[in-house]
T-cell receptor, first 117, second 112 residues
Framework: GAVVSQHPSWVICKSGTSVKIECRSL??????MFWYRQFPKQSLMLMAT?????????EQGVEKDKFLINHASLTLSTLTVTSAHPEDSSFYIC?????????????FGQGTRLTVV | SQQGEEDPQALSIQEGENATMNCSYK?????LQWYRQNSGRGLVHLIL?????REKHSGRLRVTLDTSKKSSSLLITASRAADTASYFC????????????FGQGTTLQVKP
């Protein structure tokens, strides 16, 4: 099956620092990846759509300068939380849909738990 | 943005019983998918049903889709303690971009 790997799986950082989260599709290519955010005991909220070779598309209310997305290759998208604050503490999950094979479902990474202290 | 609601928000049953979760959505869809999430973990894809399908089975899972009512249900038969998790429906919108909008989720507890 298609595998999406996220790294790191958890990170603790100090307020004001930046944190980069990687999302890799290991055995398929994806022109589009998606970043979600999940607060405790809540659902996943789509933050942005990451497009290979072009700018990301952000959902309403998500600050693009706060959450920098780079999709430099067909297998890697990165989310950088800049100048992190405690309210940015959350579970961040990425997903990717295979470019070929007619697959409709997206495959999710295992998530990254960010704690800002 | 949330697509819709799931009910119940929480469900507690005994092992062996069936569990039914419902999902409603608001917009036109290309497909509807169900995912499972164990506490603090990533999502596991369970089943996908396309907008032109009405029912689908996979093992102990049965999913129905009623596009006229904009609703779906997930039935887990003969539940096991290992089924304890949160279950989310997610709608793939028309245009099939791969973007998913998630429901609020149902937390299922199966008691041994």
């Amino acid at each position: 099956g298609a595998v999406v790997s996220q790294h790191p799986s958890w990170v603790i950082c100090k307020s004001g620092t930046s944190v980069k989260i990687e999302c890799r599709s290991l055995d398929f290519q994806a022109t589009t990846m998606f970043w979600y955010r999940q607060f405790p005991k809540q659902s996943l909220m789509l933050m942005a759509t990451s497009n290979e070779g072009s700018k990301a598309t952000y959902e309403q209310g998500v600050e693009k300068d706060k959450f920098l997305i780079n999709h430099a290759s067909l297998t890697l998208s990165t989310l950088t939380v800049t100048s992190a604050h405690p309210e940015d503490s959350s579970f961040y999950i990425c997903s990717a849909r295979p470019l070929t094979g007619g697959r409709t479902e997206a495959f999710f990474g295992q998530g990254t738990r960010l704690t800002v202290v | 943005s949330q697509q819709g609601e799931e009910d119940p928000q929480a469900l507690s049953i005994q092992e062996g019983e069936n569990a039914t979760m419902n999902c409603s959505y608001k917009t036109s869809i290309n497909n509807l998918q169900w995912y499972r999430q164990n506490s603090g973990r990533g999502l596991v894809h369970l089943i996908l049903i396309r907008s032109n399908e009405r029912e689908k089975h996979s093992g102990r899972l049965r999913v129905t889709l009623d596009t006229s009512k904009k609703s779906s249900s997930l039935l887990i038969t003969a539940s096991r303690a290992a089924d304890t998790a949160s279950y989310f429906c997610a709608t793939g919108l028309s245009g099939n971009t791969g973007k998913l909008i998630f429901g609020q989720g149902t937390t299922l507890q199966v008691k041994p």
